[in-house]
């Protein structure tokens, strides 16, 4: 059997190192109401984190249901598995159901198309406790990310391995000596899992394990772009920052941009303008590049962006967080208010009949002056959203008021809904008692007079529902 099944943590005290997110776990899910925000558990591969969610679910009894990567993450799918499950109560008995989507920063391509939406809709709904799993924490959509509370998972000293490593060794009486367990625990390079396996395939078939029988191997693990910029503020080796470069997984023009986005966390005050000079050289042979098809200079441009801005950062290390380019923030607000757009614009034309072109062109201002007359009924109309009412309004807060004000009505409504029938439902099974009761069979008035003679509920026919809007009925209001 693979140890590293075998040898799975049960429980949150078995988890080696994080000691301190352990804790926020364990309160986060003590305190656990229906209005508590998911947790989004973030960090290397193998330290801990998907072990740490189901030690979490058997240490208070609930049932967990698990969605991870290897699975075809669809809108149906999401929903069906962990929509269905975040909403309805345990089968087996258990107090809660712990929904835990893992590898959440891998939603992409055709297969995941519609899950990330899925994903949303479900911890908006959610009555079970929800926990997302991603190596790295920019991967999540931020609509997604926004609504759970990150808890970091960092990477296991080599000292806080050993103990499990000798652990392990006793459990399956192999004598093996501290120098071979530590060449192990280095090795991992803080992942438990990794060090776990390596012990396991040095170990096979020998009751003894000595320094020359230890067998390690690099990790097969992407470069992650946090390596790299964080190897620059130290100052390594011209060939480190060159093969940290090659294996990741991002063109030279990305790479720049990351560091020119976090130069000021890298480079001293001082030293600022000949980073800038290194990057705007580098840039320049990027645009080479792409005009000539000549790819070989990017060999260049990498050079002058990594050593040239390694050489003005000093080696002072960064004591901040790095973060992604202020540039593909803003790119991504813009693509999203244009998403917005459309998707409004659409729905009117639709409802209009006009195409969405000549809506935009020659009626959105009247359209906008009619929302802002009567915002709430148009956003029950239309089904708007906040934001989508914010593209009339240009006033987030009070589009947001408008829309809990139309929600809490719709609300309302259904309660009101389902009291009248469940009050008409009592009456007919009362007036079907009464029928089969022979003592009162003689005195029961007919059904059919009863139905006609029923008070209708109280309703004002001026509130009555009024009939869809079209092209015309639109313009009647303004």
């Known amino acids: 059997m693979d140890w590293g099944e075998k040898y799975r943590p049960m429980h949150l005290q078995d988890i080696v190192g994080n000691t301190t997110v352990i804790r926020q776990m364990a309160a986060w899910a003590k305190d656990w109401t229906r209005q508590s925000r998911p947790l989004l558990l973030y960090g290397k591969p193998g330290i801990g984190k998907t072990s740490s969610a189901y030690a979490l ?43 835990i989507l893992d590898e959440a920063d891998n939603l992409q391509g055709t297969a995941d198309r519609g899950g990330a939406r899925a994903i949303l809709e479900c911890i908006k709904e959610s009555r079970q406790p929800m926990i997302l799993i991603a190596n790295d924490l920019y991967g999540i959509p931020p609509e997604i990310r926004a609504r759970c509370d990150p808890l970091q998972f960092r990477a296991i000293t080599a000292h806080s391995i050993v103990p499990r490593l000798k652990s392990i060794c006793a459990s399956e009486q192999i004598a093996c000596e501290d120098t ?15 060090a776990v396996n390596m012990l ?29 910029i964080s190897a620059l503020a130290v100052r390594k080796g011209d060939e480190d920052l ?18 020119e986005g976090n130069l000021t966390l890298i480079v001293p005050p001082e030293n600022i303008r000949g980073a800038y000079r290194h990057l705007s050289r580098a840039d320049e042979y990027l645009g080479y590049t792409y005009r000539r098809q000549y790819h070989t200079l990017w060999r260049y441009a990498t050079a002058l962006m990594l050593l040239g801005v390694a050489d003005e950062s000093g080696g002072r290390g960064i004591h901040a967080r790095i973060m992604p380019p202020a540039r593909w ?27 969405s072109a000549t809506l935009h062109r020659e009626y ?6 009619l929302v802002e007359s009567d915002p709430a009924g148009f956003a ?11 593209f009339f309004l240009s006033d987030r807060s009070k589009s947001q008021s408008v829309i809990q004000r139309v929600t809490k009505a719709a609300k309302e409504r259904e309660k009101e809904k389902e009291a009248f029938e469940k009050k008409e439902k009592a009456e007919k099974a ?29 309703t004002d026919p001026s509130e009555k529902k009024p009939p869809a809007k079209s092209q015309s009925t639109l313009f009647d209001g303004f």
């Not at 020998?206 to 390690?216: A, C, F, I, K």
């Not at 090659?246 to 990351?258: A, F, N, V």
């Not at 923030?329 to 998707?343: D, H, L, T, Y």
């Open 242 to 259: 060159l093969r940290l470069s090659r294996e990741l997984d991002d063109t030279p023009e990305t790479i720049e941009q990351w560091i």
């Open 200 to 228: 396991f395939a040095s170990s096979v078939g020998r009751e003894h394990l000595g320094d020359s029988q230890v067998q390690t191997a690099r990790k097969d693990e992407r470069i992650s772009i946090f390596t790299l």
């Open 329 to 355: 923030q803003k790119m991504a607000g813009a693509k999203r208010q244009k998403a917005i757009r459309s998707s409004v614009l659409a729905r009117v034309a639709g409802m209009m009949h006009i195409p």
């Open 364 to 369: 959105l201002s009247t359209i906008t002056l």
């Open 57 to 99: 679910a058997r240490d208070m009894g609930w049932e967990a249901i698990e969605l991870n990567a290897s699975d075809q993450r669809t809108a149906a799918v999401i929903e069906r598995v962990a929509g269905a499950g975040s909403t309805t109560a345990s089968l087996t008995g258990a107090s809660r159901k712990l929904i």
């Open 180 to 194: 071979a367990i530590r060449q192990i625990a280095d090795s991992a390079e803080g992942d438990m899992r990794s």
């Open 430 to 458: 009362r007036v079907r008692r009464a029928a089969e009761s022979p003592q009162k069979k003689d005195n029961l008035p007919d059904i059919n007079e009863i139905a006609l003679t029923k008070e209708a509920p109280d």
């Open 380 to 390: 029950g109309e239309l089904m708007l959203d906040a934001d989508q009412l914010n």
